[in-house]
């Protein structure tokens, strides 16, 4: 069983639908949740952080559930330059730092 | 800001030959730096953990015979992909560590896209 995983997607949305990914991870002893955004052949940026308590960031919002290991994206008023693939991070327990990404949800935004 | 580098952002290499490839944290200092390589339609996969002055730490199925890891400062890590072969075409991403923020959160260099011919 992979430690991180996505609907791969691919989710095509019209402007200004509201769209939700969804994730799950295996291990449970897991400390720190993240949502990546990667645009084509570039490197993956930090979009937001998943708090316990569940974040807004603007039309984003994360969702944690730690009991269903559980974690959600969703994207409010999609616009065109919200395609990507949508990536969810989980520390690796037992790597310190290191981190285990999903392999990502492919988002496409049409006019 | 935290802005990590690369170099090079691209490169061709023969078969056999050795490539090495740089990561610079540029304005902060990295204890710990990590190396990744996706392939396409594939997630990022985490190849070693660098830390400054002390050996790399492999994922399991990493040769470290073949992926030379060196942290000889707190701002650069290089990793060279020795006797290249084809295979070993992939992307590469470095990230650093912020030491002076208890997060873990990584910044990201540019990556590096390696095809070996």
């Known amino acids: 069983r992979k430690e991180v995983e996505q609907d791969p997607g691919p989710f095509n949305v019209p402007e200004g639908a509201t769209v939700a990914f969804n994730c799950t991870y295996s291990n449970s002893a897991s400390q720190s949740f993240f949502w990546y955004r990667q645009d084509c052949r570039k490197e993956p940026k930090l979009l937001m952080s998943?708090?316990?308590s569940g974040n807004e960031d603007g039309r984003f919002t994360a969702q944690l559930n730690r009991a269903s290991q559980y974690i959600s994206l969703l994207i409010r008023d999609s616009k065109l330059s919200d395609s990507a693939t949508y990536l969810c991070v989980v520390n690796m327990q037992n790597s310190g730092y290191a981190l285990n990404f999903g392999k990502g949800t492919s988002l496409l935004v049409t006019p | 800001g935290a802005v990590v580098s690369q170099h090079p952002s691209r490169v061709i290499c023969k078969s056999g030959t050795s490539v090495k490839i740089e990561c610079r944290s540029l304005d902060f200092q990295a204890t710990t730096m990590f190396w990744y390589r996706q392939f396409p339609k594939q997630s990022l996969m985490l190849m070693a953990t660098s830390n400054e002055g002390s050996k790399a730490t492999y994922e399991q199925g990493v040769e470290k015979d073949k992926f030379l890891i060196n942290h000889a400062s707190l701002t650069l890590s290089t990793l060279t992909v020795t006797s290249a072969h084809p295979e070993d075409s992939s992307f590469y991403i470095c990230?650093?560590?912020?030491?002076?923020?208890?997060?873990?959160?990584?910044?990201f260099g540019p990556g590096t896209r390696l095809t070996v011919t």
């Open positions: 998943v708090y316990s």
């Open positions: 990230s650093a560590i912020n030491r002076d923020r208890m997060s873990y959160e990584q910044y």
